[in-house]
Nanobody, 125 residues
Framework: QLQASGGGLVQVGGSLRLSCGAS????????MGWFRQAPGKEREFVAA????????YYADSVKGRFTISRDNAKGTVYLQMNSLKPEDTAVYYC????????????????????WGKGTQVTVSS
C-alpha cells in the first residue's frame, strides 16, 4: 500500500526529495515516518509526522537538514533532504503507523502497519 520514490545518487551537499504514496482512504488517520538502513547497520528512525501534519519529529542527525511533510488530499508523505552527507547513504523506507507509536519518545517502529519497499539514496563525496 506504500510506494516510495525519489531516491538516487547525489553529491555531498546536494538535495533529494523522497515521496511515499499510499492507497486507501484512511491515509489521514496514520502517523507517517521515514526510516533508513545503511549496509551492516540496523534500521534507524529519520523523521515522523502526525496525522494532521501539525507535529514533526526528527533524528538529531538530520535535524535542520531534512523536512518531513504530508499532503493528505494526495495521500503522500514527503522527505525533503538538503545538505546531504555521505553518512546519509542508506535505503529509505516510509512507514504508516495507526497507533502513532513512531511519534513517541524513542520513535520505535514496533507498531508500524505498513512499510514501503524502500528507495536507495547514495551520497558521493
Amino acid at each position: 500500500q506504500l510506494q516510495a520514490s525519489g531516491g538516487g545518487l547525489v553529491q555531498v551537499g546536494g538535495s533529494l526529495r523522497l515521496s511515499c504514496g499510499a492507497s486507501g482512504r484512511t491515509f489521514s488517520n496514520y502517523a507517517m515516518g521515514w526510516f533508513r538502513q545503511a549496509p551492516g547497520k540496523e534500521r534507524e528512525f529519520v523523521a515522523a509526522i502526525n496525522s494532521s501534519g501539525g507535529k514533526r519529529y526528527y533524528a538529531d542527525s538530520v535535524k535542520g537538514r531534512f523536512t518531513i511533510s504530508r499532503d493528505n488530499a494526495k495521500g503522500t508523505v514527503y522527505l525533503q533532504m538538503n545538505s546531504l552527507k555521505p553518512e546519509d547513504t542508506a535505503v529509505y523506507y516510509c512507514a504508516a503507523d495507526w497507533k502513532q507509536t513512531i511519534l513517541a519518545v524513542g520513535h520505535t517502529p514496533i507498531n508500524v502497519d505498513y512499510w514501503g519497499k524502500g528507495t536507495q539514496v547514495t551520497v558521493s563525496s
